[in-house]
């Protein structure tokens, strides 16, 4: 007789599910508001993952790491993302190199590779979240995928920020996350990485009047 999946076990396997889910729903977007709140979502999904593991095992680190993640990944990017679009005036939709039915097939693939890629790594882990592990793998090729295929900066950012998240959550599945000092370190880099990125953004606006990234390639060294 096969013995019961912890309640605890299960709740993390599912806020890691919909981490996964949001992961598509972000490749699959079109606008840019939505894109930005399904980060948003995304952060929330992976604050309440931590919060289960936390009180779980008991690993009083994990509670300031849920508690950043909410406040940085949840509400303060987002929000910074939302005054950028507004102070831009971005009213385009999310432009991707190729059509969107062919991004998630190779988003599938991608899936799939990283579930058997995580597997035996996940079976050499006693960590109650190691089942998340090749969720965790999946999130960050599908932030990478989103990352090389879209032509406008701002979503290129938003795949890099979940990028990110994908990497925590593999650190919590793994190791029950990384030092407090450490995460921090990280956190810090993030934000100023997004407040330095917003002053690029302006610069490309004001130089080609577009925040597609292609016009990039028309500069050429004097």
Sequence with gaps: MTASIPLSAQLINLFASVILLLAFAMLAQRRMLPLINLFAYQGLALCMSTLVVAVTTGQHHLYWSAGLTLLLKALLLPWILHRLVRKLHVRFDVESLINIPTTMLVGIVLVMVSFNVALPISQLSSTVSRGTLG????????????MITRTKAIPQVVGFLAMENGLFL?????TYGMPMVVELGIALDVLVGAIILGVFFFQIRDQFDSLDIRHMEK???G
């Design 170 to 174: 593999a650190a919590t599945s793994a």
């Design 219 to 221: 500069l050429k060294d």
């Design 135 to 146: 969720i965790a793998l999946a999130t960050v090729m599908l932030a990478f995928l989103m």
